[in-house]
């Protein structure tokens, strides 16, 4: 009977991997503490965040708390797992999986922090220009170049500590890259297209383009093709590298837009209603606080009218508002030149007869 209570006793105190039952609870409770203690600090966290996620606060604190907020499980877990596992001795092959393991999830949350880092600050420079617009159409862009870039190099440091020769694998990544890139060329042009696009802002979303022969506002800028919405309804959709080998003017970018308009008035008008036209035209386009009077003269003597050009420019120029205001300073013409008595003359031909 004695011996096999000690047979027993011995066996427990060895029960799993060569650690007794008291040090497989101890770990347990040192796991459970930490990963309770850690979310217990995440739910404050995440309950004050509103608060320091103001522009009152410096960028450094609403970034990291920004960061916590976003702080998963599995992290928590990683770190319970190690603390625990501190007084327990494995065997080195179980050793080198379980660190390997909480490295792994370690590195998972390190990739998920630096995305919602660079996320975090695209996101601030858009609100930090405002109305510009600079970002809407290059966020997706640059967030995604370097979401790839940041998990290549965590991937390949998961490697390495995997005991994988990452040299071996990098030169035949190389290798494999040019048969890859000869392959896909097209597509990995469009991707450098989207990214000249990017840093370089010929256009952003909401500009209006004309691009070849389409015309129309720009909807999307993405990875392989940038997107355009005609005035007709239909979607315009041409690849990016089509885009940057062509010749785009941008109607977006425009301050203002001029309107030339050429009048002609009858040779029978007096010489003081003449005179007295340009002063006419110069104030009914005055009158409208969204145009700028440019120049208004009596240009040529026609064979059949007296044709005055009339030189303005609108402040709004979009489509819409310019139609609008050239309507509305047109009206205003044919009322003063029928208050005045001042005729507009149309093209005519004199035929004289010989008898």
């Given at each position: 009977m004695a011996d096999f209570l000690t047979h027993t006793l011995g066996v427990s105190e060895r029960i799993f991997y060569g650690n007794s039952l008291a040090d497989w609870l101890i770990a347990g409770v040192v796991a459970v503490t930490v990963w309770s203690g850690l979310t217990l600090v995440r739910r404050v966290i995440s309950s004050r965040y509103r608060k320091y996620s103001t522009a009152h606060h410096s960028t450094p604190v609403r970034l990291i708390f920004y960061l916590l907020g976003y702080t998963k499980q599995f992290l928590f877990l990683a770190i319970a797992l190690d603390a625990g596992q501190e007084n327990l001795s494995f065997p080195p092959k179980l050793q080198h999986i379980i660190s390997n393991s909480v490295l792994t999830l370690i590195l998972l949350q390190v990739g998920l922090w630096a995305g919602r880092s660079v996320r975090f600050y695209l996101e601030l420079k858009e609100m930090e220009r405002g109305a510009d617009r600079v970002f809407a159409g290059s966020l997706d862009i640059i967030n995604f170049v370097a979401r790839v870039l940041i998990w290549s190099l965590l991937i390949l440091l998961a490697l390495d500590n995997f005991g994988v020769n990452i040299t071996a694998l990098?030169?035949?990544?190389g290798v494999g890259g040019v048969a890859v890139a000869l392959a896909l060329q097209n597509v990995l042009g469009d991707l450098f297209a989207s990214l000249s696009i990017a840093l370089d802002k010929p256009f952003v979303v909401g500009d209006t383009l004309n691009i070849?022969?389409?015309?129309g506002a720009v909807e999307h800028i993405g990875i392989?093709?940038?997107?355009?919405?005609s005035e007709s309804g239909e979607q315009i959709i041409l690849s990016?590298?089509?885009?940057?080998?062509?010749?785009?003017?941008?109607f977006g970018r425009m301050p203002e837009q001029r309107v030339l308009t050429t009048l002609r008035v009858t040779y029978a008008t007096s010489a003081e209603k003449l005179r007295g036209i340009p002063k006419l035209l110069e104030d009914i386009v005055r009158a409208e606080p969204n145009a700028r009077f440019d120049r208004c003269h009596?240009?040529?003597?026609?064979?059949?009218?007296l044709l005055f050009e009339l030189s303005y420019f609108v402040q709004q120029p979009k489509l819409n508002p310019l139609m609008d205001l050239q309507q509305i300073v047109n009206f205003r013409i044919i009322e003063e030149f029928h208050r005045l008595d001042i005729e507009f003359a149309y093209p005519t031909q004199r035929l004289v007869l010989d008898s």
């Amino acid at each position: 009977m004695a011996d096999f209570l000690t047979h027993t006793l011995g066996v427990s105190e060895r029960i799993f991997y060569g650690n007794s039952l008291a040090d497989w609870l101890i770990a347990g409770v040192v796991a459970v503490t930490v990963w309770s203690g850690l979310t217990l600090v995440r739910r404050v966290i995440s309950s004050r965040y509103r608060k320091y996620s103001t522009a009152h606060h410096s960028t450094p604190v609403r970034l990291i708390f920004y960061l916590l907020g976003y702080t998963k499980q599995f992290l928590f877990l990683a770190i319970a797992l190690d603390a625990g596992q501190e007084n327990l001795s494995f065997p080195p092959k179980l050793q080198h999986i379980i660190s390997n393991s909480v490295l792994t999830l370690i590195l998972l949350q390190v990739g998920l922090w630096a995305g919602r880092s660079v996320r975090f600050y695209l996101e601030l420079k858009e609100m930090e220009r405002g109305a510009d617009r600079v970002f809407a159409g290059s966020l997706d862009i640059i967030n995604f170049v370097a979401r790839v870039l940041i998990w290549s190099l965590l991937i390949l440091l998961a490697l390495d500590n995997f005991g994988v020769n990452i040299t071996a694998l990098l030169a035949g990544l190389g290798v494999g890259g040019v048969a890859v890139a000869l392959a896909l060329q097209n597509v990995l042009g469009d991707l450098f297209a989207s990214l000249s696009i990017a840093l370089d802002k010929p256009f952003v979303v909401g500009d209006t383009l004309n691009i070849d022969t389409f015309t129309g506002a720009v909807e999307h800028i993405g990875i392989k093709t940038t997107r355009l919405r005609s005035e007709s309804g239909e979607q315009i959709i041409l690849s990016n590298a089509d885009v940057l080998k062509s010749r785009v003017r941008n109607f977006g970018r425009m301050p203002e837009q001029r309107v030339l308009t050429t009048l002609r008035v009858t040779y029978a008008t007096s010489a003081e209603k003449l005179r007295g036209i340009p002063k006419l035209l110069e104030d009914i386009v005055r009158a409208e606080p969204n145009a700028r009077f440019d120049r208004c003269h009596l240009k040529t003597l026609g064979e059949s009218s007296l044709l005055f050009e009339l030189s303005y420019f609108v402040q709004q120029p979009k489509l819409n508002p310019l139609m609008d205001l050239q309507q509305i300073v047109n009206f205003r013409i044919i009322e003063e030149f029928h208050r005045l008595d001042i005729e507009f003359a149309y093209p005519t031909q004199r035929l004289v007869l010989d008898s």
